[in-house]
């Protein structure tokens, strides 16, 4: 069984322990390498039970990551199926906005969105892409979007590149094809980051306040949250979760006083 890294760095610390420093890569290395296994192991699963065979995840690039052994072989691999930065260090650009209503977002027209016009409102918004296997989701959330918009729902989308390159249109081309192939009218935002030194504001904001499997980090195309009529992040979805599953949650929101 292998000790967590807190114990072992606590070890290592202690007098007359200095030998055991020399143990703590390999040690360190296998300790990422099992945490990496299970996540993809468990993603894996709740792609099966999403209606995604485990074997594939939509929009992946065929690749194969490995994580060698402290020996230098490399007795596992990570397959295709878990498209995820899995040993990057978990940095978070940060935000100094305290409050849902105090952020802001650029349209591709340059056009400012006041997120103090929401007060009251509940908020769904998802990282988009126009050529990811789940780019079909866009239908879904336009279907969220007529059903619910006049009892008080904002579906916003915010394009990115950041995932296999799977938006490599500009705002203009983007926007169009999201309207021809999905019939999209809910709000897209200018393309931009949402991992990193670039994150834009709203993900900076929503990203710590309800983290996924991994952390605050965004895993791919079409993370979603919800935000209730208070501003408050109350739901994170992963990419394999439908938008039409999420409609009682929208229900329940929209049925609360702001």
Not at 22 to 48: E, F, M, V
Not at 166 to 188: K, Y
Not at 200 to 222: C, S, T
Request: net charge positive.
């Amino acid at each position: 069984m292998l000790t967590r890294p807190a114990t072992l760095l606590a070890t290592v610390a202690r007098p007359h322990n200095a030998q055991n420093a020399a143990l703590l890569p390999a040690h360190l290395a296998r300790y990422a390498h099992t945490s990496a296994t299970k996540a993809c192991q468990h993603i894996d699963g709740a792609q099966h039970t999403s209606g995604y065979p485990p074997s594939t995840f939509p929009g992946t690039p065929a690749t194969q990551n490995t994580i060698p052994t402290p020996s230098g072989r490399s007795p596992h691999h990570l397959s295709r199926s878990c498209p995820l930065t899995l040993l990057l260090p978990p940095y978070t650009a940060m935000t100094s906005v305290a409050s849902f209503y105090d952020l802001k977002a650029e349209k591709p027209s340059g056009e400012k969105i006041n997120f103090a016009d929401y007060h009251g409102k509940v908020v769904l918004c998802a990282n988009v892409a126009t050529r990811c296997g789940f780019t079909p989701q866009f239908t879904g959330l336009e279907e969220l979007n007529q059903k619910y918009k006049d009892k008080g729902l904002v579906v916003l989308g915010f394009p990115s590149d950041q995932f296999g390159h799977q938006n490599p249109e500009d705002d203009a081309e983007t926007g169009a094809i999201c309207q021809r192939n999905h019939g999209v009218s809910f709000p897209l935002l200018k393309k931009s980051d949402v991992n990193g030194s670039n994150t834009n504001e709203v993900f900076k904001y929503l990203k710590p306040r309800a983290k996924g499997l991994l952390g605050e980090r965004i895993n791919w195309n079409f993370t979603k949250f919800l935000v209730n009529k208070r501003g408050e992040v109350v739901h994170r979805y992963a990419p394999t979760t439908k938008p039409e599953s999420i409609a009682a949650d929208i229900e329940k929101a929209l049925a609360e006083s702001a």
